[in-house]
């Protein structure tokens, strides 16, 4: 079996440089590419426009924080930047800063589409950009939860946690950022902020969270189904509201959408959320997260 700190090197250096390039592409093409106001589809270069340095910028902040993530895969002589560079709690901080700037990043190209629409009139480029940027949370996540020599907890994505764990926690964080898409609503920023909430704990495996989390799960799967039928029943409607949207689609193309984006995640928010409903599971997660337990002393005085 290949040794666990030479599988990490590889994935750093393979992985990491992939999405290094990636997000050093979008900070050009975010400020040289053009921008469609989704109103009057006028149009203007990014470099014009705020939304184009927002999105530059970000793209800018993560590859550098990747580069950092990086660096620290290889040996150096004692220095301060070597001390930083590959402390353990150092590199998990900067980790974690790097999943927060892309799920920002995520967050800013759904805005974006209530004004402009970057690259083309059609929205699919940037549906496809904000899908595959969520996607890499769970990478990143994946790296953070088994980089340390010596574990100090057990993450959902630890190599020794439960299949259904890691399941879960990747759906729960690519849902968190995939739901972006759907941010012409102000109140889906708000659910995906609770999603969010709920991935960060469930990572974490905190013994609430585990009761927490199916329960969104469920909530989600009726809101989902709840959608898909309303869109279904009237879709006409649908098909309206995606022309408006920037998105030309043909009768069966809307259903197809309707399958995909809402049916499809709803059976896979039930079925993972239903696994969870075993007593053993949630003894798993009490003993590889064990909570002091609070002694009690007595003390008698002899009378």
């Given at each position: 079996?290949?040794?666990?700190?030479?599988?990490?090197?590889?994935?750093?250096?393979?992985?990491?440089?992939?999405?290094?390039?990636?997000?050093?592409?979008?900070?050009?093409?975010?400020?040289?590419?053009?921008?469609?106001?989704?109103?009057?589809?006028?149009?203007?270069?990014?470099?014009?426009?705020?939304?184009?340095?927002?999105?530059?910028?970000?793209?800018?902040?993560?590859f550098i924080s990747i580069l950092l993530l990086f660096l620290s895969s290889f040996n150096y002589k004692e220095s301060?930047?070597?001390?930083?560079?590959?402390?353990?709690?150092?590199?998990?901080?900067?980790?974690?800063?790097?999943?927060?700037?892309?799920?920002?990043?995520?967050?800013?190209?759904?805005?974006?589409?209530?004004?402009q629409a970057p690259f083309m009139r059609d929205l699919t480029p940037l549906y496809s950009l904000i899908l595959g940027?969520?996607?890499?949370?769970?990478?990143?996540?994946?790296?953070?939860?088994?980089?340390?020599?010596?574990?100090?907890?057990?993450?959902?994505?630890?190599?020794?946690?439960?299949?259904?764990?890691?399941?879960?926690?990747?759906?729960?964080?690519?849902?968190?950022?995939?739901?972006?898409?759907?941010?012409?609503e102000w109140s889906i920023l708000v659910i995906g902020l609770l999603f969010l909430v709920t991935s960060f704990f469930?990572?974490?495996?905190?013994?609430?969270?585990?009761?927490?989390?199916?329960?969104?799960?469920?909530?989600?799967?009726?809101?989902?189904?709840?959608?898909?039928?309303?869109?279904?029943?009237?879709?006409?409607?649908?098909?309206?509201?995606?022309?408006?949207?920037?998105?030309?689609?043909?009768?069966?193309?809307?259903?197809?959408?309707?399958?995909?984006?809402?049916?499809?995640?709803?059976?896979?928010?039930?079925?993972?959320?239903?696994?969870?409903?075993?007593?053993?599971?949630?003894?798993?997660?009490?003993?590889?997260?064990?909570?002091?337990?609070?002694?009690?002393?007595?003390?008698?005085?002899?009378?």
């Open positions: 079996m290949i040794n666990e700190s030479i599988k990490l090197k590889f994935f750093r250096l393979t992985i990491f440089p992939l999405i290094m390039i990636i997000e050093l592409v979008l900070s050009v093409l975010f400020l040289v590419m053009p921008y469609f106001d989704t109103n009057t589809y006028s149009r203007a270069m990014g470099y014009q426009l705020f939304f184009g340095w927002l999105l530059s910028v970000l793209s800018l902040f993560a301060r930047f070597s001390a930083f560079i590959t402390d353990d709690r150092k590199v998990q901080i900067i980790g974690y800063a790097t999943v927060f700037l892309l799920y920002l990043q995520i967050v800013s190209l759904g805005v974006t589409q209530i004004y940027i969520s996607l890499l949370l769970s990478i990143l996540l994946y790296f953070l939860a088994n980089f340390e020599s010596v574990p100090t907890r057990v993450y959902a994505f630890s190599e020794e946690s439960l299949v259904r764990f890691k399941l879960t926690a990747f759906w729960l964080i690519f849902l968190t950022g995939a739901m972006q898409l759907f941010a012409t469930f990572f974490f495996l905190y013994r609430y969270s585990v009761i927490l989390t199916p329960i969104v799960l469920i909530v989600h799967f009726a809101f989902s189904s709840l959608m898909a039928g309303i869109s279904l029943s009237d879709i006409i409607t649908l098909l309206e509201n995606l022309n408006t949207g920037g998105i030309e689609v043909s009768h069966p193309q809307a259903i197809t959408l309707s399958v995909f984006f809402l049916i499809v995640p709803a059976i896979i928010s039930i079925v993972l959320a239903q696994s969870f409903f075993r007593k053993w599971v949630l003894a798993w997660v009490k003993e590889i997260n064990p909570e002091p337990e609070m002694e009690v002393q007595l003390e008698y005085a002899d009378e």
